[in-house]
């Protein structure tokens, strides 16, 4: 199985040039740290901010500078700050070509349940109804089954939703999967694992591609 590091490495595959990219809070804020040099992508936050770099090591550290996750950041040149309305106006507006986001559940239709748990605190949603709305392509980084061993790609999502048929692949620690009007297609398996695996750990409906192959890092 793959570890988050390589799930965002593997993600960061799917970034072209000229891209504007939000990052989720999690593994997709770690897509970052692979975005290949000579390539110019434009990561946003919604908290207002255009250019978000790398994060930063300990002697570059500006506790004033952080995304939507709090997390510190860095800039890249020519970044830019503005307001959070005109960073939603942004997502909403449909000027994001990508978004990563993690989830809990996601189910054979493409609907995402990644903000609560009946019962338990929630913190805040952050702005996924919007980026799942309002982005041009929806990629979740997410583990494929959970702590307890239950599946979390799912026939239909148990848990509230937050988008409707709004997910374009997803990236776990067992492979990558895109989500079709038939269900989950599986493209690629992590290198320790075999298909049968990944099919066996699916709960919803999943295909396996005529030329699915093991997952290359």
């Not at 960061?12 to 990219?21: I, L, M, P, R």
């Not at 702005?127 to 799942?132: I, K, Q, Y």
């Not at 392509?137 to 937050?162: E, N, W, Y």
């Not at 776990?172 to 493209?187: A, C, I, K, N």
């Amino acid at each position: 199985m793959l570890t988050k590091e390589q799930i965002a490495q593997r993600i960061s595959k799917e970034v072209k040039d000229g891209f504007v990219v939000n990052l989720g809070i999690g593994i997709p804020t770690l897509v970052a740290n692979y975005i290949p040099e000579g390539m110019t992508v434009y990561l946003q936050s919604e908290n207002g901010l255009l250019g978000m770099g790398p994060f930063p090591s300990e002697k570059d550290v500006d506790a004033d500078l952080i995304n939507a996750g709090k997390q510190t950041i860095t800039t890249v040149p020519g970044a830019s700050f503005f307001s959070s309305a005109d960073s939603f106006a942004m997502i909403r507006g449909g000027h994001v070509d990508l978004t990563v986001l993690g989830a809990m559940q996601v189910d054979e239709e493409g609907n995402i349940a990644n903000w609560m748990i009946p019962g338990k605190m929630v913190k805040g949603m952050g702005g996924a109804m919007d980026l799942v709305a309002g982005a041009k392509r929806v990629i979740v980084a997410m583990q494929h089954v959970d702590k307890s061993g239950d599946m979390k790609l799912v026939k239909k999502c148990t848990l509230p939703f937050t988008g409707l048929r709004c997910i374009h692949q997803i990236v776990s620690d067992y492979g990558v999967l895109d989500v079709t009007p038939e269900g989950f297609l599986l493209r690629e398996f992590a290198p320790d694992l075999s298909v049968d695996q990944v099919v066996k750990a699916t709960a919803g409906k999943i295909k396996v591609a005529s030329d699915v192959k093991p997952m290359k890092l």
